[in-house]
């Protein structure tokens, strides 16, 4: 059983940047695809990122359009997305998820563990 917690949420303007963490235990972190997800009040919940066990091979979400990066750190059991260039609509609580599909995978049904996320809002 794997627990995921994140941390770096918060409040931040329209053009400013933060990092989410995301700490994992209870499992070997290495063997995991890892991902950032993210929802809104009524709408789905999307993938912002993904990589692989190594952390070799990423992919974002469209609308990411080279604002944010997805990295690990193995060796810490951890997962990051820095997010730079903030909009009012990233605004949504973001959760780490996990995943033992060794392909890259933005397939929400594809994850196993959740962590219970962290709320990011972004004022205009």
């Known amino acids: 059983q794997v627990q995921l917690v994140e941390s770096g949420g918060g409040l931040v303007q329209a053009g400013g940047s933060l990092r989410l963490t995301c700490v994992a235990s209870?499992?070997?972190?290495?063997?995991?695809?890892m991902a950032w997800f993210r929802q809104t009040p009524g709408k789905e919940r999307e993938c912002v990122a993904a990589?692989?066990?190594?952390?070799?091979?990423?992919n974002y979400g469209n609308f990411v359009e080279g604002r944010f990066t997805i990295s690990r750190d193995n060796a810490e059991n951890t997962v990051y997305l820095q997010m730079n260039e903030l909009k009012p609509e990233d605004t949504a609580v973001y959760y780490c998820?996990?995943?033992?599909?060794?392909?890259?995978?933005?397939?929400?049904?594809?994850?196993?563990?959740w962590g219970q996320g962290t709320q990011v809002t972004v004022s205009s």
């Open positions: 209870g499992g070997t972190f290495r063997e995991y695809g």
């Open positions: 998820a996990a995943t033992k599909i060794r392909v890259i995978t933005r397939v929400l049904a594809l994850y196993d563990y």
């Open positions: 990589l692989t066990g190594s952390g070799l091979r990423t």
